[in-house]
Each structure stands twice: as structure tokens, then as C-alpha cells.
């Protein structure tokens, strides 16, 4: 695989609860890309994620803490979804400082399944064109953005698929933008 991503570092924001392939799977992309995955987290220093909202599933160590997370040092961010993380990330004072500012920075965020929670809370869904999973479908609605109900959606620097099932998409999503981004 081409090595795009060569020197690039992505911020992946995940706490417990996250849903495991939407974490492991955007940065095994970034990986065989050439670029760097770093775990960012509200965690304490680890956390277990899941598969799908019962089944537990790997530990993952936090490489930074959110609150001590430089923006400037990252080249895209991804917010991977599961009910549990999306839900405690949406109302982490530090996860939507983050969030808010790295978006100001115009390189791409991307969020699946139930991630684009935390755009409502961070101010960004108004007006934005979204997917999500479709149990998030009328909190977008209600906070101002177009939701579509499609396997990938790119309005600006934002990036949302809907689910797992979604996951090539996103990924190959995630890594073309990174790639032209800088």
C-alpha cells in the first residue's frame, strides 16, 4: 500500500465503551497508509472497548490525555462511535474543547455510528450535512444538520458514515483526506 500518510499524525478519540472495529479498524488504515494512530482519550490512562453495546471486548492504553492533547500537533482526528463512548465523550468539558478546536483548524474530523453526538454538543451540526446511526438521526435533526441516510458523507472538513458496515468507506475516506490535507 502507498505510503500517503508518511510523517502524518491522527488524533482517534475514543473512550470506554467505544466500539472496537470503529477504533481498530480507521487505524489499522492509518497505519498501512504510513501515518501514526494515536489513541487520545477522557480515559484514565486505559479502557475497554466493546462489541457493539454488550459484549466486552480489548483493553487500550491512552497515548494523551484529551486535556493535555496539542491540536496543532495532529493532521485529522477521528471520533470512532459505540453508545457508551459517544454518550461520556459528548459531555467531557475537554473532549469538546478538542473537538472544537481542531475543527477551527479546517483538517478533516471524521466521525461514525454514534460519534456525531458529540458534533451536536461541540456546535457542529447545525447546518451541516450528517449521517449517523440511525438512532442519532433525530438528535441531528434537532440540533440543525441535514441527516442523510448514506454509507459516507463529507461536507467540508467533516466526514460521518453511519455503522461498522460503513467501515471501508470511512476509512479509505479518512486517509484521501488526511493525505490532501496540510
Not at 11 to 31: C, N
Request: with cysteine; charged share 25%.
Amino acid at each position: 500500500m502507498s505510503r500517503v500518510l508518511e510523517g502524518r499524525r491522527v488524533a482517534v478519540l475514543a473512550g470506554q465503551g467505544v466500539e472496537q472495529v470503529e477504533l481498530t479498524d480507521p487505524m489499522r488504515a492509518i497505519r498501512a497508509a504510513g501515518g501514526e494512530p494515536v489513541i487520545v482519550s477522557y480515559a484514565d490512562g486505559s479502557f475497554v472497548a466493546m462489541n457493539g453495546d454488550w459484549e466486552h471486548a480489548d483493553s487500550f492504553v491512552v497515548d494523551v490525555d484529551v486535556k493535555e492533547a496539542d491540536v496543532e500537533s495532529f493532521d485529522a482526528l477521528v471520533l470512532p462511535g459505540g453508545t457508551l463512548n459517544a454518550d461520556a465523550a459528548r459531555i467531557d468539558d475537554g473532549v469538546l474543547r478538542f473537538v472544537k478546536a481542531f475543527h477551527r483548524t479546517g483538517r478533516p474530523l471524521a466521525a461514525i455510528c454514534h460519534a456525531p453526538w458529540i458534533l451536536i454538543d461541540a456546535g457542529l451540526a447545525s447546518g451541516t450535512k450528517l449521517t449517523s446511526y440511525v438512532s442519532c438521526k433525530n438528535d441531528l435533526l434537532n440540533a440543525g444538520a441535514d441527516w442523510v441516510d448514506e454509507p459516507l458523507v463529507v461536507d467540508g472538513n467533516i466526514i460521518t458514515s453511519r455503522n461498522p458496515g460503513d467501515l471501508e468507506q470511512f476509512c479509505s475516506a479518512i486517509v484521501e483526506a488526511t493525505a490532501a490535507a496540510r
